[in-house]
């Protein structure tokens, strides 16, 4: 009788210890899905973001991170109001004009802290200053923003659009510029079409956009529909990014090299130095929202008519 009491303690005991492990297993949480539409293709802006996801800051974060390229640059803002993306990348001024048309936006974070737009000629056109852009051809490619832009730019120097000859060249600015079909362009990256003038043996002169009494605004930012905007894995998100900024900046060879290497497409010397020129234009600490400079942009749209 004392064996059968024994063997069924023991059994007894077995059964609570296996019971008791199995509860102290957690069970294996699968990783939450985020979809990024980007304002173009993957590129050296979006550094911060293939960093962050490079080095498994997203994952640590229990995140599984997608971005997918638009076929439209209008379209993130909008796949994103209508639920077809958690996050888009868009330009602050676009944001603001979308924000006053309806769409139930919000900023999330900062991308590109600083103003990469600017106005670009060639150093043997005779143009030294905005006054010389009398009489002359201007190549665009976005008629609202860049458009409001380029007559703030003409009002300093005593000029208006009546002024100079504005030719629709699309997204290729570089090369009518090259070929000399227009004098100007305007919309330009500084990060990226100076340094394709360069490699192409010709010397760029740039004109600042907010050297013009434009206000100050940020390039690129991550923004969310505010249905999502309490959503938790956002600020996970917004970490992982400032955990990725921060070892780009730590690390910039080894994360160009990365980059490089998983998208051999863009592999070139064009790209490789607007990776390190695009440094020092991300934003440093991504959730830090200016409130006073975003209100300044809605002022000028606004004077400008497009809010």
């Known amino acids: 009788m004392k ?17 008791l492990s199995a509860a102290m297993v957690k069970p294996e949480v699968k990783p939450r899905h985020l979809t990024v539409i980007l304002d173009w293709f993957m590129n050296p802006d979006h550094a911060p973001l293939f960093v962050a996801k490079w080095q498994g800051f997203f994952a640590a974060q229990g995140l599984d991170v997608e971005w997918i390229n638009p076929t ?34 919000v900023w999330l974070a900062t991308l ?58 699309h997204y290729n600015l570089t090369q009518p510029l090259l070929a000399h079909q227009v004098d100007v362009v305007t919309g330009a990256m500084r990060n990226f079409e100076p340094n394709e003038i360069v490699l192409a043996g010709q010397e760029p002169k740039l004109f600042y956009v907010e050297d013009y009494e434009i206000p100050n605004y940020e390039e690129l930012i991550f923004v969310t529909s505010k ?21 780009l900046l730590n690390h910039p060879e080894e994360s160009w090299q990365a980059f490089a290497k998983a998208y051999p497409e863009l592999n070139n010397e064009l790209n490789r130095r607007a990776w390190f020129e695009t440094l020092s234009h991300f934003a440093r600490r991504p959730t830090a929202y200016d409130a006073k400079a975003y209100q300044q942009m809605r002022l000028f749209l606004q004077q400008q008519g497009l809010l």
């Open 112 to 169: 590109v802290a600083t103003p990469l737009d600017c106005m670009i000629t060639l150093q043997d056109s005779g143009i030294h200053s905005i006054q010389d852009f009398k009489g002359k051809r201007i190549g665009y490619s976005s008629g609202d923003v860049d458009g409001v832009m380029l007559t703030r730019v003409l009002k300093q120097a005593g000029l208006t659009e009546k002024d100079v000859t504005l030719i629709n060249i």
């Open 227 to 247: 249905k999502e905007a309490g959503d938790p894995a956002l600020a996970k998100f917004t970490t992982a990014l400032q955990q990725g900024t921060a070892y």
């Open 72 to 105: 439209d640059p209008a379209d993130p803002p909008k796949w994103v109001a209508a639920g077809k993306a958690d996050i888009a990348i868009t330009y602050e001024p676009k944001f603001l004009i979308a924000q006053k048309q309806g769409l139930p936006l």
């Open 3 to 19: 064996k059968i009491i024994v063997i069924l303690s023991v059994i007894l005991l077995w059964t609570y210890s296996l019971s």
